[in-house]
């Protein structure tokens, strides 16, 4: 009983990860607790000792060394101990020919470090043992994460033997596919039985189509289809349309061959095995260019210059941290509190965010993990020829797996191991360092800053102002604005006749678009859909502007380059901006209401309530306006019909995103599938006959059914009401108002202050900022903001190389002590010819007034 119950223990604790950033294989070797299995570096156990009290530890070592020269060739990885550690992520890809290693493992009873070598089966009680051999079996915290995406193991499908092909001559070509019945190029797919070229349905997940090949299926009951952009060397996506769900077909290589498809011709993944397009050729540029393939860059080592691992698929969040960490703010708050930080860290530090947050940043800046080469190992290196870029036993780098997992955890797309948005990413790392900075030092501060919105009446010329917190400028890539248009015209024309003709698309030709005509399109006023005139009491035409009111220390600019495709599927424009090194924003500070400006008045559209059905037996209200589109779109991927509907309503239309978040958040509830029933409506409160038609005054309670929909997400009903008055009853500002203004604690009120608007101030009494960081005009119990000068200089940015952010791989670019460094995955280099015209995200710190 003991043993099971033991083994329960260890596969939870085991599934949270290991705690520092220590394996087997690091100097001290690897301590597990032997109370709440947790792992330790040499450095922390002391530590983790005198804060629990737990004295009996786990030590694990492993011993590796080159094997002597003229060792037999080929031989496997000598283990000397018949014990195999725990299932751990290596920190070297050892040649069998070239290494061998010693396993070491005993108990350590502090504090006097008495040790007890294992095994020892003579001199420990039975269930010790058991204890021991348990942990030492145990599978790790990595393979654990890795089935914990939603993705469920596919299987052999049962006609893949014996699937019938039809000899009617049917040859693929390698290019320009269409579906036969429609004109439908994006999601193809070809039926194996008789090389029908159809798209398929369109689905949640992105893809789309009209369904054709479905309909062919239900008319030949052919079963197999392969999706014609997934071919590869390693294998394609095939779907069985009799078993309903993807299928693995060992024979796809002969089942493709019998059209004329060679799999080796249809290269998916580039030299490095990051994620690619099929339609790879016109990228191949973009990847050498960025990556800086073909130049002799030279490995730097030390402190700031140690990589992150990829863990597949994962260098988005290792681009984003690199930048975080070089920004002085993140490392005061998470280096410079380290000890602070691992004290007062509760005991089960995996789920704390910010000693993962310290982890993570003292090993990129401790210099610990990025060391140089000793000159014995240098000389080793030319004799063997293999110093060309960098030796990759030297930098190895250091895994964000524990991160990784703590914060993608509920998350439906970074908790899966598939390629993210790294723009999407880095709002999601703001949000959650805004979330857990209450009460303390908040390094966000450097990037909120205030936009202000005019809204300006094209009928009666009144205007309104209104200002927003943001993290980030968008840039429009305006492709009418490139300086080679000619010349992509003549392309286009040309791609269109070979799609036409059915022969190989012509080069690519890259749209080259000045900066200055980015930042134009950025200030160009902007038609608002579905304006309120609160002055005509009706819908009118409205434009908006948008002006800085205040300038954060660090600016953020995003280039708008990815798109949507016909099937949903984000595509990225492949174009080239100049990116300037130093940037002078001061011409766009607001001004405010200008002399001769007549404002709006401050009133809201009438709210218009459902009519009663004036039954008197029941007060029932009219069915609410749903779009069914996204209800069935939901629907469709398994969801109970009433679920989606209530998902839909309760997100205010805002698009099946949404509304599946909503679901994945209430899908445990008794309640789920039970039929939408609508909230009762609260009083409209005092008349308001002396407003022009009705309009509602904007100090009056807002619309119960918006205050429904924020409080069905989670939030407090008080903080939804107190958000939605902030935002002029506007929805999705008052989403982002919520994460910005964080309810205050009771108990954490600041001494020697008084907080007389607890919830507004939330900014003003969570920082310890001195006040001459802040701008001096602004209301301290608003966001707190770090306004200064508009000019900046870049430091940093991050490029995507690929045709979509669901595929490609990340790299970013620091200027680090007046030079650039490029880091790539666990590779740290010297930067020779930085791509500032290709990056996707950019950073710029804020010149000094001087």
């Known amino acids: 009983m003991f043993a099971v119950i033991l083994l329960i223990k260890l596969q939870f604790h085991f599934r949270e990860g290991i705690l520092r950033r220590y394996t087997c294989e690091s100097e001290g070797g690897l301590y597990v607790c032997m109370n709440t299995f947790l792992g330790f570096g040499r450095e922390h156990v002391e530590r983790h000792y005198r804060k629990t009290g737990q004295s009996v530890y786990m030590h694990l070592k492993r011993h590796v060394k080159e094997k002597a020269t003229g060792a037999a060739g080929g031989a496997i990885p000598r283990r000397r101990n018949g014990k195999v550690f725990l299932d751990l992520e290596l920190n070297r890809d050892f040649n069998g020919e070239d290494y061998e290693y010693e396993d070491e493992a005993k108990l350590v009873i502090f504090p006097d470090h008495f040790e007890i070598p294992l095994p020892n089966i003579e001199e420990l009680p039975a269930l010790v043992t058991i204890a021991c051999d348990a942990v030492l079996n145990a599978p790790s915290a990595y393979k654990k994460q890795e089935p914990e995406s939603w993705e469920e193991e596919i299987q052999v499908s049962r006609h893949a033997r014996s699937l019938?092909?039809?000899?009617?001559?049917?040859?693929?070509?390698?290019?320009?596919?269409?579906?036969?019945?429609?004109?439908?190029?994006?999601?193809l797919w070809l039926n194996l039985t008789d090389g029908a070229v159809l798209c398929g349905k369109w689905f949640f997940d992105g893809s789309g189509g009209n369904g054709h090949a479905l309909?062919?299926?239900?008319?030949?009951?052919?079963?197999?289809?392969?999706?014609?952009?997934?071919?590869?060397?390693?294998?394609?996506?095939?779907?069985?349309?009799?078993?309903?769900?993807?299928?693995?077909?060992?024979?796809?290589?002969?089942?493709?061959?019998?059209?004329?498809?060679?799999?080796?011709?249809?290269?998916?993944?580039?030299?490095?095995?990051?994620?690619?397009?099929?339609?790879?050729?016109?990228?191949?540029?973009?990847?050498?260019?960025?990556?800086?393939?073909?130049?002799?860059?030279?490995?730097?080592?030390?402190?700031?210059?140690?990589?992150?691992?990829?863990?597949?698929?994962?260098?988005?969040?290792?681009?984003?941290?690199?930048?975080?960490?070089?920004?002085?703010?993140?490392?005061?708050?998470?280096?410079?509190?380290?000890?602070?930080?691992?004290?007062?860290?509760?005991l089960d530090p995996s789920q704390d965010f910010a000693t993962q947050m310290a982890k993570l940043g003292h090993g990129l800046l401790s210099g610990q993990y990025s060391k140089p080469p000793m000159k014995s190992e240098l000389i080793e290196q030319v004799m063997k020829e293999e110093h060309k870029v960098l030796d990759w036993h030297q930098q190895k780098g250091i895994s964000p797996r524990m991160l990784k997992a703590l914060v993608s955890r509920g998350h439906p797309e970074f908790s899966s191991n598939r390629q993210q948005d790294a723009h999407e990413f880095l709002l999601h790392m703001i949000n959650l360092v805004e979330r857990n900075s209450a009460g303390s030092e908040n390094p966000s501060d450097v990037f909120r800053f205030l936009v202000e919105e005019r809204v300006q009446c094209c009928q009666t010329r009144r205007v309104r102002y209104t200002e927003r917190v943001d993290y980030c400028i968008q840039l429009p890539a305006p492709i009418e604005a490139?300086?080679?248009r000619e010349e992509?015209?003549?392309?286009?024309?040309?791609?269109?006749?070979?799609?036409?003709?059915?022969?190989?698309?012509?080069?690519?030709?890259?749209?080259?678009?000045?900066?200055?005509?980015?930042?134009?399109?950025?200030?160009?006023?902007?038609?608002?859909?579905?304006?309120?005139?609160?002055?005509?009491?009706?819908?009118?035409?409205?434009?908006?502007?948008?002006?800085?009111?205040?300038?954060?220390?660090?600016?953020?600019l995003q280039i708008k380059k990815f798109t949507f495709g016909v099937d949903w599927v984000p595509k990225k424009l492949d174009l080239a901006i100049d990116v300037p090194d130093f940037l002078d924003l001061s011409r766009l500070r607001a001004t405010g209401l200008q002399a001769g400006e007549e404002e709006l008045p401050d009133l809201m559209p009438p709210i218009v309530l459902p009519e009663d059905t004036r039954d008197n037996s029941m007060g029932s209200i009219d069915s609410p306006e749903i779009d069914e589109v996204a209800v069935m779109q939901l629907a469709e991927m398994g969801f109970p019909l009433e679920a989606c509907r209530k998902a839909v309503y309760y997100t205010g239309n805002m698009g099946p995103e949404m509304a599946f978040n909503w679901i994945i958040a209430h899908m445990e509830e008794p309640d789920f599938a039970e039929p939408l029933t609508l909230p009762s409506m609260m009083d409209p409160g005092p008349s308001t006959s002396d407003s022009p038609m009705g309009a509602t005054l904007l100090g009056n309670s807002p619309p119960e059914e918006s205050v429904a929909i924020l409080t069905s997400m989670g939030f407090p009903r008080a903080h939804s009401i107190q958000a939605l008055k902030a935002t002029n009853n506007n929805l999705e500002r008052a989403l982002d108002w919520i994460f910005t203004h964080p309810e205050e604690e009771e108990s954490d009120a600041l001494s020697d202050m008084a907080d007389t608007e607890p919830n507004d101030n939330a900014f003003s009494n969570a920082?310890?900022?001195?006040?001459?960081?802040?701008?001096?005009?602004?209301?301290?119990?608003?966001?707190?903001?770090?306004?200064?000068?508009?000019?900046?200089?870049?430091?940093?940015?991050?490029?995507?190389?690929?045709?979509?952010?669901?595929?490609?791989?990340?790299?970013?670019?620091?200027?680090k002590e007046g030079r650039w460094v490029i880091y790539n995955d666990h590779k740290v280099c010297l930067s020779e010819r930085p791509p500032k015209d290709l990056g996707y995200i950019y950073f710029y710190h804020r010149l000094s007034s001087s």
């Open 482 to 484: 490139a300086t080679n």
């Open 488 to 556: 992509l015209l003549v392309y286009e024309a040309k791609r269109k006749d070979a799609e036409e003709n059915m022969r190989a698309p012509p080069e690519p030709v890259r749209a080259r678009i000045p900066f200055t005509a980015c930042l134009q399109a950025f200030t160009e006023p902007e038609n608002v859909p579905d304006f309120w005139s609160s002055a005509l009491q009706a819908k009118s035409a409205g434009v908006k502007t948008s002006r800085f009111s205040t300038f954060p220390e660090y600016l953020i």
């Open 164 to 187: 019938r092909q039809l000899d009617n001559g049917v040859r693929i070509p390698p290019s320009g596919w269409k579906c036969q019945k429609c004109e439908m190029r994006e999601n």
């Open 767 to 815: 920082n310890s900022h001195s006040d001459s960081t802040l701008s001096p005009d602004r209301d301290t119990s608003g966001p707190r903001v770090k306004d200064g000068p508009g000019r900046y200089e870049l430091f940093a940015f991050i490029s995507h190389m690929g045709a979509s952010t669901m595929s490609g791989h990340y790299v970013c670019h620091i200027k």
């Open 215 to 346: 309909e062919h299926y239900r008319e030949t009951n052919y079963p197999l289809a392969v999706k014609m952009d997934t071919i590869t060397p390693d294998g394609a996506d095939v779907y069985s349309f009799e078993e309903e769900e993807a299928v693995l077909d060992p024979h796809i290589s002969e089942h493709l061959s019998h059209f004329g498809i060679d799999m080796l011709q249809m290269q998916k993944r580039t030299e490095n095995g990051h994620h690619t397009d099929n339609n790879s050729r016109p990228r191949v540029s973009e990847w050498e260019v960025i990556q800086e393939s073909g130049m002799k860059l030279k490995a730097v080592f030390g402190s700031g210059y140690t990589g992150i691992k990829n863990l597949g698929n994962s260098c988005y969040l290792g681009t984003v941290m690199q930048v975080l960490f070089s920004i002085p703010d993140f490392q005061r708050m998470y280096v410079g509190n380290l000890q602070r930080i691992f004290d007062y860290s509760p």
